[in-house]
């Protein structure tokens, strides 16, 4: 297999099922539908009987259940039952794959494997491979457990590429589409389509390096810390990932340690820049706390003018107004609507959480109860009529200082931001051999 092995990246031995049906073999991420167990019984129903990545995955809606163990047993053995069939066809390749999702967009990725010795999620980190959110370490042990000993690993990890001439992934593409489709399809319960072109060869494998160099380059600090990607979806996938790597090198030689398939993880690129790549804030409301007291605690925090405003309409014009100069904060409580005009180039959630924070220590007596994160502009502005509650509209996210926030303030509160829809996120179709 070959590795670039100064950027951390590669191209890795490919499985993907013979005679492949998308819409019974590819199943959505399983860190999504957490609180819809109907969905996943209907995926249960649609791949019943047949291979699928449901039969190779823990949907995280039954994690708190108490079969864990048999779960993960049964995961496992029909890992290595797929394998000892024959179902897969193996293939040295990266994978180019554009997405149609339900909403008319197309996202474009490339599917290849990282060394997770380049990543890193705790806050402080200088790795080519970071965060873009907090890790909450709690949650790592219970994911080690499935990818301990697994035969497969089948990816949900997103990660950004700053790329704004797109040279990696579309530079990907236009050399892949060269060469026919090896898999192209409908995917399960209305999620849109998905089709996949293989990327290997000489000449492919030569753009991704220099499509990595020019990167690379670009996204070194003048203290020389090169930040290659950032983790868009999964990153507690990633660091279970890293977590069971940090164990299992303790156990081989150094020798192994190049090669072993456990220090790589399998992951999607996606260019931030990418036009079907749908960036959403996670806007917040607090709950019986007094909203005056809260909107001057905030303005105090985060200098700035309050701005009075008569109509919802306006006041989210104002808020989302991509030529604003700085961050601008909406507040809804009751009849009251105004906005923080602020001098904040950082990305806004990055000032406002900390603040909120350190507010809510102080005066909330059940701070999770106090606090939500709500998907959608017109959900925050309906909340923020109800008594004892003030919505906080946050403005679009900034693709072109997401990076340079990242680098400068380390990950991002928890529930920052949103890459699209449910049904927009990764759907499992390719493998790779772990612990074989």
């Known amino acids: 297999m070959r590795t670039f092995s100064k950027f951390g990246v590669q191209i890795p031995q490919i499985l993907l099922p013979k005679n492949i049906d998308l819409k019974t073999w590819s199943v959505i991420a399983c860190d999504q539908y957490t609180q819809d167990e109907a969905y996943w019984k209907r995926a249960e ?155 290997k060869g000489e000449q492919a494998e030569n753009a991704i390096e220099s499509a990595l160099e020019t990167l690379a380059k670009n996204g070194t600090d003048a203290d020389g810390n090169t930040f290659l990607f950032a983790v868009g979806d999964g990153n507690h996938s990633l660091a279970t990932a890293k977590a069971v790597w940090d164990e299992h090198k303790k156990t081989i030689s150094d020798s192994e340690k190049e090669t072993s398939p456990v220090r790589f993880a399998l992951v999607e690129i996606v260019n931030i820049y990418d036009t079907g790549l749908t960036f ?97 502009t017109n959900d925050v502005l309906r909340l923020g009529k109800k008594p004892d509650a003030l919505s906080i509209l946050l403005p679009p996210i900034a693709k072109d200082s997401f990076f340079q926030t990242i680098n400068g303030r380390g990950p991002l509160p928890r529930k920052s931001f949103s890459m699209g829809e449910a049904s927009e996120k990764r759907f499992y179709v390719e493998a790779r051999k772990l612990f074989v």
């Open 280 to 376: 959403e804030p996670i806007h917040r409301v607090i709950f019986n706390q007094d909203a005056e007291t809260l909107i001057n605690f905030v303005k105090d925090k985060l200098g700035g003018e309050i701005k009075s405003f008569d109509s919802e309409k306006e006041l989210v014009e104002f808020v989302s107004d991509s030529s604003a100069k700085g961050a601008r904060y909406g507040f809804i409580a009751g009849e009251k609507m105004c906005v923080i005009e602020t001098k904040i180039t950082d990305l806004a959630i990055a000032a406002l959480q900390p603040v909120i924070d350190i507010y809510l220590d102080a005066h909330s007596k059940d701070k999770k109860k106090d606090i939500d994160y709500i998907h959608g």
């Open 45 to 199: 129903k649609a791949a019943e009987g047949k291979p699928s990545t449901l039969n190779l995955i823990y949907p995280e809606v039954y994690l708190n259940e108490d079969d864990k163990d048999a779960r993960i047993k049964k995961i496992q053995s029909t890992m290595t039952k797929y394998l000892s069939d024959g179902l897969f066809e193996e293939t040295e390749q990266a994978v180019y794959i554009e997405r149609k999702t339900e909403y008319g967009r197309t996202r474009k990725g490339l599917v290849i494997a990282v060394d997770l010795e380049k990543y890193e999620w705790k806050p402080d980190s200088k790795a080519f491979i970071r965060a873009t959110e907090a890790t909450v370490p709690e949650r790592i042990p219970p994911r080690m457990k499935i990818r301990n000993g697994a035969a497969l690993e089948l990816p949900h990890i997103m990660l950004l590429a700053n790329d704004e001439n797109d040279v990696l992934v579309g530079g990907a593409g236009k050399i892949a589409k060269k060469s026919s489709q090896i898999y192209d399809g409908e995917l399960m319960q209305g999620a849109g389509k998905i089709t996949g072109w293989g990327v």
